[in-house]
């Protein structure tokens, strides 16, 4: 199999195991470089700059020259991001993801180093905005995916920025399976970036309940609350959520609508959603809010990092050869 992210990465097979806030760490991505994919870690899952550099110095020389990625939040919301890029260039990474932001600082001073930037987009007027910068490939956040998803279906966000943006896309949302893979690529993308089914493999370091929570729950009981950031955001529907409903009160939606307010209430909202979310994903609680995409469909029991890479390497195998045999006859 031949993509942009393979024969740029020297992958196996072009998926990325997507950053997830809190949960994607250091053993996450050795194991996932093992088994033939590249892994994603978000800057901001170190509480300090030089908890970073730590990680980044451990990593790199874990990886010994295996190909991983740092997602950087780029908006005024990440008080770090002058550091981070600093430690980006003391430890350059493969690539660099961006979200929820302008990348033109993150292009201007990493890219001259080789590494590459792949940008988070959600629509065709951003991605053209992210190419005119400079970006090397972007990541289309779709309608499936978890955490702040996008609004358009795969089916139809990567055929778009296929036809309209030159450059290579990279699905995010809603797949979990081989098959799943083998039709994105179908649908002209350059690979995908998977998550979800990751939170409940052994290496993760969440808790049972969250792991089990991925395990039994399915797409169907996947729901948007604006309670954790201002923005809506996909959490698993649990009795404990049902209770506490999934829109702010009206003092916090008045505030996060209004102009002159906004801003501060946004950074008040997100810093507590913050804080739910590491407490539910690492205290053992009933009261608990947890953060997953519908690909925990895909989900049926508590695998290693490497099994559930297997499986979707055979998935995808099987399925291919299927559709050849379907074109055969």
Known sequence: ??????????????????????????????????????????????????????AMEDLTNKLKGKPFGINLIVNKSNFHIKEQIDICKKYPPSFILTSLG??????????PLGVKIICDVIDLNYANKCA??????????????????????????????????????????????????????????????????????KESPVNDGYKNACRDYGAKDIALTTKLSGTPCTIINTPYVQKIGLKQNPIEEFLNKNKNFKKYAKMITGFKGMKSLEKAAFSATYKSVWCAGPSIEFVNKIETVDTIITRIKTEYEKALRDLQEININ
């Open 102 to 111: 302008g990348p033109k600082e993150v292009i201007k001073e990493l890219r």
């Open 1 to 54: 199999m031949k993509t942009w992210l393979t024969e740029n990465f020297d992958i196996d097979y072009p998926i990325i195991m997507a950053p997830m806030f809190l949960i994607s760490n250091i053993e996450m991505t050795i194991q996932a470089s093992k088994s033939g994919i590249m892994g994603c870690i978000p800057a901001l899952n170190y509480r300090s700059p030089e908890k970073f550099e730590e």
């Open 132 to 201: 005119d910068l400079g970006a090397d490939a972007l990541v289309a956040v779709n309608s499936g995916a978890g955490g702040h998803a996008g609004g358009i279906p795969l089916t139809v966000l990567v055929p778009m920025l296929k036809k309209h943006c030159p450059l290579p896309i990279i699905s995010a949302g809603g797949i979990g399976t081989g098959t799943g893979l083998l039709s994105t690529l179908a649908l002209g993308a350059a690979g995908i970036s998977m998550g979800s089914p990751f939170i409940a493999s």
